[in-house]
């Protein structure tokens, strides 16, 4: 499946499911003006479940959902919700396709979630270090799971 979901018309938003996370990437004027710009990394298993709301005579949009987390109650809360995105009516289908597939990922097991079937720990632990120096862990993070890693 593709990974790569790219929303061109409304919120010029890329979003990339992989590795455990989903990373939101906005570009324009307008995003930078209601979302302050820049990428946003949220961990999947953080994440307990994604709303959809289908375009009418608004755009629509996806909010990624936390546990305690508040529901975004309409698009004007959604335009400055960092863990929302906007799409037009022509890009209902890769919203769906998007919600899909995180929301398979969401049903997966942890363990499975992350799972690489012939990595070693030394893979494993290179992974980590990238994600350590991409600023997606925290030291401790980082710390926690070199751990885990090294202690099987």
Same mark, same amino acid.
């Given at each position: 499946?593709?990974?790569?979901?790219?929303?061109?018309?409304?919120?010029?938003?890329?979003?990339?499911?992989?590795?455990?996370?989903?990373?939101?990437?906005?570009?324009?004027?307008?995003?930078?003006?209601?979302?302050?710009?820049?990428?946003?990394?949220?961990?999947?298993?953080?994440?307990?479940?994604?709303?959809?709301?289908?375009?009418?005579?608004?755009?629509?949009?996806?909010?990624?959902?936390?546990?305690?987390?508040?529901?975004?109650?309409?698009?004007?809360?959604?335009?400055?919700?960092? @863990?929302?995105?906007?799409?037009?009516?022509?890009?209902?289908?890769?919203?769906?396709?998007?919600?899909?597939?995180?929301?398979?990922?969401?049903?997966?097991?942890?363990?499975?979630?992350?799972?690489?079937?012939? @990595?070693?720990?030394?893979?494993?632990?290179?992974?980590?270090?990238?994600?350590?120096?991409?600023?997606?862990?925290?030291?401790?993070?980082?710390?926690?799971?070199?751990?885990?890693?090294?202690?099987?």
């Amino acid at each position: 499946m593709n990974n790569v979901f790219d929303f061109k018309t409304v919120g010029k938003t890329q979003v990339t499911v992989e590795n455990g996370f989903v990373k939101i990437v906005r570009r324009g004027l307008m995003n930078r003006f209601n979302n302050g710009g820049g990428d946003k990394n949220i961990r999947i298993s953080s994440l307990s479940g994604i709303q959809i709301k289908k375009p009418g005579l608004t755009q629509g949009y996806i909010q990624f959902v936390f546990s305690g987390s508040k529901d975004t109650t309409g698009v004007m809360d959604a335009v400055r919700d960092e @863990n929302s995105i906007m799409f037009a009516k022509k890009e209902y289908d890769l919203a769906l396709k998007l919600r899909d597939h995180v929301e398979e990922l969401i049903n997966q097991p942890l363990q499975t979630q992350n799972e690489t079937s012939s @990595n070693s720990a030394a893979d494993e632990l290179l992974k980590l270090k990238q994600l350590l120096d991409a600023g997606v862990l925290s030291q401790e993070e980082f710390e926690t799971q070199k751990v885990k890693l090294l202690s099987n």
